[in-house]
């Protein structure tokens, strides 16, 4: 079996499908984080794809923040699912993992503000190992809080985060089931996980690290054979380890997240900040490898992916906590369009027809409609109206229907307004278009009446000779006018051609004239280190040199010792004071 986490900054902003996305991956359980999607914005195709089934927990205090997201194959579909650490996001028992731990240390406001966050999904499955024994193995899909340092309630904030992590991993290890906590952590536990640490005592020093001093076991080196082996269990530390490090422990530059303001990913520096921590058993028996993929884009972190020597064995349904029982996705969401929908009319009892009341077929016949023919006159159809009147008096005769209601329109002969308009509608003209307003006329079309004119002006006044007028005239006449007419657009075309080509000389002559009245901004100067062309930045942060300006080098950011990274030049920008007069 194959894990994977990923901090895929933004789930809407992949450039490929996700079901393409997560099949690139090549794992059997995907956790993403920092998905920045919250339940109205979450559109079906991404909540239900073709061969998972998905699980997201999303962030109640702001829109496109925070959030995480499981994927798991259909050969993987777990037994149980929650959203939360605390429980209250589940109410309902059932498809919840349960085991909370000692939540005392937390007030009800408290755990309801380290919830409301969107950070963790919850999912347990079950797994046959090697000796083909079942067990229960349950993944905490947690993307940890990020403490500003200018800001002292977000660090206690990530802190308390930690805590309750903590305690609650560790209530369902003691519980039995083997737990996989993993994700970003948003802290680098040794020197080794940052690209340019401090000394190793300052650097130990920060809140985060210290939590994970005691929250993962630390294994002990075999000097003999130079690999990493574990020790006594239980006896070196916390009860989670650190996969990657367990294999890989003298790894440099195996980092996870870069900044993407600084290009440093082009440098490799950065931090390692996502991890995947198994219980000591598991990691132990069951874990195989654990590898950074540094090569997969399309986020500020990459994937990191833990292979297990075990598999799943699939849930035959789906916990509660399911996309794809949500209403909005199961077809149950209630529309306001089914509220003003006309609900069809029921009969009572008393109008089923019966054998002697009902009506036959020649009746029902006889009760269609009359149809006007286009070449019909108004006498037949006055006819068809006499009819309809005889076969309404039949129908008089027969027997009552209760509950059956006769068509109005046939009792009633048509209103002569109808009928005016029917027999216009009929006589084979065509209902004129919006569009013909707005055709162009050919001038050829208005000859032919022009000529039937003078023939009859001709055969009218047939005794006078010069005074009459034939169609080759007025052919004549015609062409003429059109080729007039074309010569005039032909005029009108150059003219404005000719003035376009004046406005573009004087357009371009003003641009000249006021690039010599100012002449822009200063090349950038070239930095001391490369001797290239520097980049212009802006101050961001809320501090006595917000909004100004300065110079640095192009290049990424990296390791002072990497010629190819950014050199130390820094300049700022001096405005020139205003000269008084």
């Given amino acids: 079996m194959r894990i994977l986490t990923w901090n895929i900054n933004g789930i809407r902003a992949t450039k490929f499908p996700l079901k393409t996305v997560l099949d690139s991956l090549d794992a059997d359980i995907i956790c993403l984080q920092e998905t920045k999607v919250t339940r109205d914005q979450l559109d079906e195709p991404t909540a239900i794809v073709e061969g998972y089934t998905s699980y997201y927990s999303f962030s109640k205090v702001r829109s496109g923040y925070s959030g995480v997201a499981t994927y798991c194959r259909d050969t993987t579909t777990p037994i149980k699912a929650e959203e939360g650490l605390t429980g209250i996001s589940t109410?309902?028992?059932?498809?919840?993992?349960?085991?909370?731990?000692?939540?005392?240390?937390?007030?009800?406001?408290?755990?309801?503000?380290?919830?409301?966050?969107?950070?963790?999904?919850?999912?347990?499955?079950?797994?046959?190992?090697?000796?083909?024994?079942?067990?229960?193995?349950t993944i905490i899909n947690v993307y940890c809080p990020r403490a500003d340092p200018e800001k002292e309630d977000r660090q206690v904030f990530k802190l308390r985060f930690y805590h309750l992590l903590?305690?609650?991993?560790?209530?369902?290890?003691?519980?039995?089931?083997?737990?996989?906590?993993l994700g970003d952590v948003n802290t680098s536990h040794q020197p080794i996980d940052h690209c340019d640490p401090d000394n190793d005592q300052e650097f130990l020093k920060q809140p985060g690290r210290q939590w994970l001093e005691q929250f993962l076991w630390q294994q002990s080196k075999d000097t003999n054979s130079g690999s990493s082996q574990a020790t006594d269990i239980g006896q070196s530390g916390g009860r989670f380890v650190d996969t990657f490090r367990y294999f890989h422990p003298d790894q440099k530059s195996a980092f996870t997240c870069w900044s993407t303001m600084t290009g440093a990913r082009q440098t490799n520096y950065g931090t390692r900040i996502d991890y995947i921590f198994g219980s000591l058993t598991l990691a132990k028996q069951i874990f195989t490898d654990c590898i950074i993929m540094?090569?997969?884009?399309?986020?500020?972190?990459?994937?990191?992916?833990?292979?297990?020597?075990?598999?799943?064995?699939?849930?035959?349904?789906?916990?509660?906590?399911?996309t794809k029982y949500l209403p909005e996705f199961a077809g149950k969401q209630q529309k306001l369009s089914a509220f003003i929908v006309r609900k069809p009319k029921t009969h009572s009892k008393n109008t089923v027809p019966s054998e002697n009341n009902q009506i036959s077929h020649d009746t029902c016949t006889s009760m269609k409609p009359p149809v006007y023919d286009s070449t019909s006159s108004v006498r037949s159809v006055t006819s068809d109206i006499s009819q309809t009147s005889q076969n309404s008096s039949k129908l008089s005769q027969q027997p009552v229907v209760t509950g059956v209601k006769r068509p109005a329109r046939l009792l009633q002969p048509p209103d002569a307004k109808k009928l005016k308009s029917a027999s216009k509608m009929t006589s084979g003209s065509k209902q004129p278009s919006l569009m013909n307003f707005f055709a162009k006329k050919e001038i050829l079309n208005v000859c032919k009446p022009l000529s039937s004119e003078c023939r009859k002006t001709g055969e009218e006044f047939h005794g006078l000779g010069d005074s009459q007028t034939?169609?080759?005239?007025?052919?004549?006449?015609?062409?003429?006018?059109?080729?007039?007419?074309?010569?005039?657009?032909?005029?009108n075309r150059h003219a404005k051609t000719n003035e376009a080509q004046k406005l573009n000389q004087s357009t371009q002559s003003q641009k000249a004239l006021w690039k010599t009245m100012f002449k822009g901004p200063a090349p950038p100067p070239v930095c001391k280190g490369h001797k290239e062309p520097c980049v212009l930045r802006t101050v961001k942060k809320d501090s006595l040199n917000f909004g100004r300006q300065f110079y640095v080098?192009?290049?990424?950011?990296?390791?002072?010792?990497?010629?190819?990274?950014?050199?130390?030049?820094?300049?700022?920008?001096?405005?020139?004071?205003?000269?008084?007069?």
Avoid at 296 to 314: I, T
């Fill in 470 to 491: 034939t169609d080759e005239d007025c052919v004549s006449g015609s062409q003429d006018s059109i080729g007039d007419d074309v010569a005039t657009e032909t005029q």
């Fill in 91 to 137: 109410p309902d028992s059932v498809g919840a993992v349960g085991f909370y731990g000692n939540q005392a240390d937390f007030s009800d406001e408290e755990l309801h503000a380290l919830d409301n966050e969107g950070r963790t999904v919850i999912t347990q499955h079950k797994i046959r190992n090697c000796d083909g024994k079942e067990e229960i193995l």
């Fill in 166 to 181: 903590q305690t609650r991993a560790e209530a369902i290890v003691n519980s039995g089931s083997h737990v996989i906590v």
């Fill in 294 to 322: 540094p090569d997969v884009e399309g986020s500020d972190h990459c994937p990191v992916r833990a292979d297990l020597s075990c598999e799943a064995v699939p849930s035959s349904k789906c916990p509660p906590l399911c």
């Fill in 553 to 581: 080098c192009a290049r990424p950011q990296g390791h002072s010792s990497n010629p190819e990274a950014r050199c130390d030049h820094f300049e700022w920008i001096v405005k020139k004071k205003a000269v008084k007069s």
